[in-house]
C-alpha cells in the first residue's frame, strides 16, 4: 500500500508541471498574438491611407485631363477658309490678388494650346504656373488693368511666362471669362 501510494504521489506530481508548461505556451503565444497585431494593425493602416492618396491624386489628375477636351475639336471640316482649329481649353480656378492702392483683382481664365490635348507638363508644373501668374498680377496697376491695352498686355504676359515655364510654345492663347478689380 504504502508503494501505491508513493506512486499516487508521482503521478499527481508530474500533473502541475505539465499545467505550469501548458499556461506557459499559452502566455508566449498569447504575446506573439498580441506583438503580431500590435505592429501590423498600424503597417496595414498606414499602407490603406498612402494607396488613398495616390487614389485621390489619380482621381484629381483625370478630372483635369478631362476639362482640357475640346468637343468637336476633331471636326476639322467644319473650319471656315483661313480658320484655325481650337486647341485644347482648361481652366484654371480663380485668382484673387492684392494689388496696389489697397485695390484687389478677381481673374479668371481660361488657356487654350496649340494641340487637340493638353501636353502631360502642364499638369507638372500647375502650382509653379499659378504662383508665377499670382505674382504677375500683384504687380500689376490697377488703372492700366481697367483698360483693353492693359488687358491685352497682361494676356501676353500670362502666355509668354507659361510657355517660358513650360519650356515651348504650347499656349496658344490666353481667355479672360472674368475679370474685377475694386
Known sequence: MAEEK???ETAEAPAPKAKGK????IFVVLGLLVLVAG??????MFRKSSAISTEEVDADAAKLEDKGHVEGADDEDEL?????????IIPFDTFVVNLPDNKFAR???QVEFT?????RRFYVKLVPLRDAI???????NPQELMTTKGKDSLRSDIK???NETLKKEDVKRVYFTQFVIQ
Not at 501548458?22 to 505556451?25: F, G, T, W
Not at 471656315?80 to 485644347?88: C, L, M, N, Q, Y
Not at 499670382?134 to 500689376?140: A, M
Open 6 to 8: 508513493e506512486k499516487e
Open 22 to 25: 501548458a499556461k506557459k505556451i
Open 39 to 44: 505592429i501590423g494593425v498600424p503597417l496595414m
Open 80 to 88: 471656315a477658309d483661313g480658320e484655325d482649329p481650337i486647341g485644347a
Open 107 to 109: 481673374v479668371q481664365i
Open 115 to 119: 494641340a487637340l490635348e493638353v501636353p
Open 134 to 140: 499670382i505674382s504677375l498680377l500683384t504687380q500689376k
Open 160 to 162: 509668354d511666362l507659361m
